[in-house]
């Protein structure tokens, strides 16, 4: 499994970012995906999660500000971030877990949220 984030960016307090994570060649529809991310000098914490059946999890500080949606015809799962905050900065990374619970990291995407 590769994962192909993009997205990433600076943007000022308020404003929105779309990431998306492309992942080719595999039965995408089977996969749980997921998003995290990572400050510098703290440990990688969740921001959202979608399962294969389209439930989703959020990470309490993102509740209400960003979105997680996939699209299987393209095999991409997305992340809308509106609202940003300077907290928010962070690296983000995609994560596709498989039917077996097997869990592939996708490379980061780095997010500046300036004050």
């Known amino acids: 499994v590769q994962l192909q984030a993009y997205g990433g960016g600076l943007v000022q307090a308020g404003g929105s970012l779309r990431l998306s994570c492309a992942a080719p060649?595999?039965?995408?529809?089977?996969?749980?995906m997921g998003w995290y991310r990572q400050a510098p000098g703290k440990q990688r914490d969740l921001v959202a999660t979608i399962s294969d059946r389209g439930s989703i999890t959020y990470g309490d500080s993102v509740k209400g500000r960003f979105t997680i949606s996939r699209d299987n015809a393209e095999n991409t799962v997305y992340l809308q971030m509106n609202s940003l905050k300077p907290e928010d900065t962070a690296v983000y990374y995609c994560?596709?877990?498989?039917?077996?619970?097997?869990?592939?990291w996708g490379q980061g995407t780095q997010v500046t949220v300036s004050s």
């Open positions: 060649g595999i039965t995408f529809s089977r996969y749980t």
């Open positions: 994560n596709a877990k498989d039917p077996w619970r097997r869990i592939t």
